[in-house]
């Protein structure tokens, strides 16, 4: 087993040659031959979250085929491809995808534009098992199956597991206290089964999505959606076209175009590639080879819009994670795209903390207003409870994806008590209390009847709170904010009805709006989510190390500790190197300033 001084070693080296790498895309040339009529594979994998961690290692040393592509990962390299002259055709492989309506629909206009720009767009999958997945495919000129694959979508369903019988056998209690019958979130912890509200607003959703989809899908395909509802009765299928599967079912009846004998996952040599008869290329050796380094259009009439993120739950914790909205982190975005000639609040959010909701929504709105910045919001796949709170400002336009889920306007608290549990282990908790402390002993005592009448109160005046909010910033008269709120959540088009958006339309539909609302030709894309944030990077995979310290100033001199942590040969490799990797980090180190900056070609620009 190696020594805890070899195992030191070895992440110092690995993070020195990321750092070499990391320089290596500025200095040198990555840039690859694109052969006339090549084949773009595209191999979408997952969800294609809005927002992940820093991939530094992965993406930039090249682990392809271990990290998923992100949303706008996909969305760069859909633009690109339309706009490469040597690209004839591209490739979506769908197997694996499991995104969103929203993300569907929103790829689905790159696909278009693909397709406008001359190139052939196909999509391919065994199964076409999520409505998700068929729609953005069908946004393809030809969609592709596989025999015994084929159309595997029977509708769609919303539940949850109920755990109120398991709770009350562990000796749990749940205390939950809402306001607004329909504001349903933490039922399955307090309930054996669903509420009636919570199945009527769930059944109205579920139906106005299932519809939305059918329609849309229906209408790319040249279908009539009455064909495409059909075609989810597996059984009535297969018969209504005489086939022997679903595969040639759907073949027979419009929804696939072609049946391949088998899937292939990957381009590599083994897998005899159907299309392997043209020159191929996937999306990592392109995006690597073309887009990573690629410089926005400096144009005087490309618009530059800023996009803030607002993802996963609202929190007010200083944390920053991959599934939550920080006030800090949003703070750190609207900073950063300050200097833009637009703002767009991206709220993919099912709500969270009401401070830290008004926190970010003051925070990006007053920074709009300050620096006389046009500012919109867009709603993804949801934006919904704090996540439509952060919407909210009297001048600004909401637009919202047809396939968003947004409202539950109303407050919900949850509160357990684990007397029974530690009861049942013949445990129990006693003490001393002043008068005034209310929940003293508490998770390990019942609730105070005192202390659930203050959160009592405390939510009733939160969700006056926000009825008063929305009222304000939407000029809706409070009595009907009251009536069309209560906890309800609505799809785009019933929220559009009653007032609490603006307009339906995806996010690069909301773009466009913008660049010709300002008279430009086009426009570019600024997020923080395409920064490379290297020394953030160094501090959280090294936290105290000597070689971190060093780059941020404090303890010995980088030199020193090269001398003190790193063997003699790598030390003479490293000078030796063709990469200026020392005096880069030498001038970092006289210049603290510079890890300031968010993008790494900012910092090969001051390299000598």
Same mark, same amino acid.
């Given at each position: 087993?190696?020594?805890?001084?070899?195992?030191?070693?070895?992440?110092?080296?690995?993070?020195?040659?990321?750092?070499?790498?990391?320089?290596?895309?500025?200095?040198?040339?990555?840039?690859?031959?694109?052969?006339?009529?090549?084949?773009?594979?595209?191999?979408?994998?997952?969800?294609?979250?809005?927002?992940?961690?820093?991939?530094? !290692?992965?993406?930039?040393?090249?682990?392809?085929?271990?990290?998923?592509?992100?949303?706008?990962?996909?969305?760069?390299?859909?633009?690109?491809?339309? #706009?490469?002259?040597?690209?004839?055709?591209?490739?979506?492989?769908?197997?694996?995808?499991?995104?969103?309506?929203?993300?569907?629909?929103?790829?689905?206009?790159?696909?278009?534009?693909?397709?406008?720009?001359?190139?052939?767009? @196909?999509?391919?999958?065994?199964?076409?098992?999520?409505?998700?997945?068929?729609?953005?495919?069908?946004?393809?000129?030809?969609?592709?199956?596989?025999?015994?694959?084929?159309?595997?979508?029977?509708?769609?369903?919303?539940?949850?597991?109920?755990?109120?019988?398991?709770?009350?056998?562990?000796?749990?209690?749940?205390?939950?206290? #809402?306001?607004?019958?329909?504001?349903?979130?933490?039922?399955? /912890?307090?309930?054996?089964?669903?509420?009636?509200?919570?199945?009527?607003?769930?059944? $109205?959703?579920?139906?106005?999505?299932?519809?939305?989809?059918?329609?849309?899908?229906?209408?790319?395909?040249?279908?009539?959606?009455?064909?495409?509802?059909?075609?989810?009765?597996?059984?009535?299928?297969?018969?209504?076209?005489?086939?022997?599967? +679903?595969?040639?079912?759907?073949?027979?009846?419009?929804?696939?175009?072609?049946?391949?004998?088998?899937?292939?996952?990957?381009?590599?040599?083994?897998?005899?590639?159907?299309?392997?008869?043209?020159?191929? !290329?996937?999306?990592?050796?392109?995006?690597?080879?073309?887009?990573?380094?690629?410089?926005?259009? $400096?144009?005087?009439?490309?618009?530059?819009?800023?996009?803030? #993120?607002?993802?996963?739950?609202?929190?007010?914790?200083?944390?920053?994670?991959?599934?939550?909205?920080?006030?800090?982190?949003?703070?750190?975005?609207?900073?950063?795209?300050?200097?833009?000639?637009?703002?767009?609040?991206?709220?993919?959010?099912?709500?969270?903390?009401?401070?830290?909701?008004?926190?970010?929504?003051?925070?990006?709105?007053?920074?709009? &207003?300050?620096?006389?910045?046009?500012?919109?919001?867009?709603?993804?796949?949801?934006? &919904?409870?704090?996540?439509?709170?952060?919407?909210?400002?009297?001048?600004?336009?909401?637009?919202?994806?047809?396939?968003?889920?947004?409202?539950?306007?109303?407050?919900?608290?949850?509160?357990?008590?684990?007397?029974?549990? +530690?009861?049942?282990?013949?445990?129990?908790?006693?003490?001393?209390?002043?008068?005034?402390?209310?929940?003293?002993?508490?998770?390990?005592?019942?609730?105070?009847?005192?202390?659930?009448?203050?959160?009592?109160?405390?939510?009733?005046?939160?969700?006056?709170?926000?009825?008063?909010?929305?009222?304000?910033?939407? #000029?809706?008269?409070?009595? @009907?904010?009251?009536? !069309?709120?209560?906890?309800?959540?609505?799809?785009?088009?019933?929220?559009?009805?009653?007032? +609490?958006?603006?307009?339906?339309?995806?996010?690069?539909?909301?773009? @466009?709006?913008?660049?010709?609302?300002?008279?430009? +030709?086009?426009?570019?894309?600024?997020?923080?989510?395409?920064?490379?944030?290297?020394?953030?990077?160094?501090?959280?995979?090294?936290?105290?190390?000597?070689?971190?310290?060093?780059?941020?100033?404090?303890?010995?001199?980088?030199?020193?500790?090269?001398?003190?942590?790193?063997?003699?040969?790598?030390?003479?490799?490293?000078?030796?190197?063709?990469?200026?990797?020392?005096?880069?980090?030498?001038?970092?180190?006289?210049?603290?300033?510079?890890?300031?900056?968010?993008?790494? /070609?900012?910092?090969?620009?001051?390299?000598?």
């Amino acid at each position: 087993m190696p020594s805890a001084t070899t195992y030191w070693v070895s992440a110092r080296t690995l993070l020195l040659i990321g750092l070499a790498f990391l320089l290596g895309g500025c200095f040198g040339d990555s840039e690859i031959e694109i052969e006339p009529d090549t084949e773009l594979h595209i191999f979408l994998d997952g969800s294609l979250p809005e927002r992940t961690e820093p991939r530094i !290692i992965d993406i930039e040393l090249g682990a392809d085929d271990n990290v998923a592509l992100g949303f706008f990962e996909a969305r760069k390299l859909l633009e690109y491809a339309g #706009n490469e002259p040597n690209i004839s055709r591209i490739i979506l492989h769908l197997g694996s995808y499991t995104g969103s309506l929203t993300v569907s629909e929103e790829l689905g206009h790159f696909v278009q534009k693909a397709r406008q720009a001359g190139k052939q767009v @196909e999509a391919v999958a065994p199964f076409y098992f999520l409505p998700s997945q068929y729609l953005l495919a069908s946004y393809a000129d030809k969609i592709l199956t596989v025999k015994n694959g084929g159309y595997w979508i029977g509708g769609m369903s919303r539940g949850s597991l109920y755990m109120a019988g398991l709770l009350k056998r562990l000796g749990i209690q749940i205390h939950r206290f #809402n306001s607004g019958p329909y504001k349903t979130s933490g039922e399955d /912890y307090q309930l054996d089964q669903m509420s009636s509200a919570d199945k009527e607003q769930s059944q $109205e959703l579920i139906d106005a999505l299932w519809s939305g989809y059918l329609q849309k899908a229906a209408a790319n395909r040249g279908l009539e959606t009455d064909e495409l509802r059909a075609a989810s009765r597996f059984n009535e299928q297969i018969a209504q076209h005489d086939a022997d599967d +679903l595969a040639e079912s759907a073949l027979k009846s419009g929804l696939v175009d072609e049946i391949l004998p088998r899937y292939v996952a990957s381009l590599d040599a083994e897998s005899g590639s159907p299309w392997s008869h043209t020159p191929a !290329i996937d999306h990592w050796s392109y995006w690597h080879g073309r887009i990573r380094d690629a410089r926005a259009d $400096e144009s005087e009439n490309r618009l530059k819009i800023g996009v803030v #993120n607002v993802y996963g739950g609202i929190i007010g914790d200083s944390m920053d994670s991959p599934q939550s909205a920080t006030p800090g982190y949003v703070n750190k975005q609207i900073e950063a795209l300050s200097d833009v000639d637009a703002l767009v609040l991206r709220v993919n959010s099912p709500g969270g903390s009401a401070t830290a909701s008004e926190v970010i929504r003051e925070a990006f709105f007053n920074t709009a &207003a300050d620096y006389d910045i046009p500012a919109y919001v867009h709603m993804g796949r949801v934006a &919904a409870s704090g996540g439509y709170w952060v919407s909210l400002n009297d001048s600004t336009d909401i637009w919202a994806s047809r396939f968003t889920i947004t409202g539950s306007i109303g407050v919900v608290s949850m509160l357990h008590s684990f007397a029974g549990s +530690l009861e049942l282990l013949d445990v129990r908790y006693d003490g001393v209390q002043t008068p005034s402390a209310l929940w003293a002993g508490w998770p390990y005592t019942p609730l105070p009847d005192e202390f659930g009448e203050l959160v009592k109160t405390l939510n009733g005046r939160g969700y006056q709170e926000f009825l008063e909010l929305v009222s304000e910033q939407r #000029n809706l008269p409070l009595e @009907e904010v009251e009536r !069309i709120a209560q906890g309800r959540v609505w799809t785009a088009e019933a929220a559009l009805e009653r007032g +609490l958006i603006d307009s339906i339309g995806s996010l690069p539909e909301l773009l @466009e709006h913008i660049t010709q609302v300002q008279g430009r +030709l086009d426009y570019e894309v600024l997020s923080i989510r395409d920064e490379i944030d290297l020394f953030q990077f160094i501090r959280n995979a090294f936290n105290n190390s000597p070689l971190a310290w060093a780059l941020r100033g404090r303890g010995p001199t980088l030199e020193q500790t090269l001398e003190q942590t790193l063997p003699p040969p790598l030390q003479q490799a490293l000078k030796q190197a063709p990469l200026p990797v020392l005096s880069f980090l030498k001038r970092i180190e006289q210049n603290p300033e510079l890890a300031k900056k968010p993008e790494l /070609y900012l910092w090969c620009e001051l390299c000598p």
